[in-house]
């Protein structure tokens, strides 16, 4: 599966990866993923345990309980205080 947009001869492989989605690993052994929709003004989020659609406020997405920010290969996520991915990242592609 090919989720590196950049170059032809890159590629990001996460073995599970829902199809359309760019996987963000996180502190803590943590990791998401999110599927960008309706021309990028919804994220899809996609977690072990359940998925929801955040909308596009400003220079995040949010639903008013939850807040995804994603600055270029960057991203946190607060689904509750209790419950946040901080110091994600994009995993680096590799050369095919």
Do not use: H
Request: net charge positive; with cysteine.
């Amino acid at each position: 599966m090919k989720v590196w947009p950049f170059g032809a001869d890159e590629v990001a492989s996460v073995p599970g990866a829902p199809a359309n989605s760019t996987a963000y690993f996180c502190e803590k052994n943590k990791k998401f993923f999110v599927r960008m929709l309706d021309n990028g003004a919804t994220a899809w989020v996609i977690l072990p345990e359940r998925e929801f659609a955040l909308a596009k406020s400003g220079s995040t997405f949010t639903n008013g309980v939850s807040t995804l920010t994603i600055q270029g290969q960057e991203a946190s996520l607060m689904v509750t205080p209790e419950n946040t991915y901080s110091a994600c990242s994009v995993p680096a592609p590799v050369k095919k």
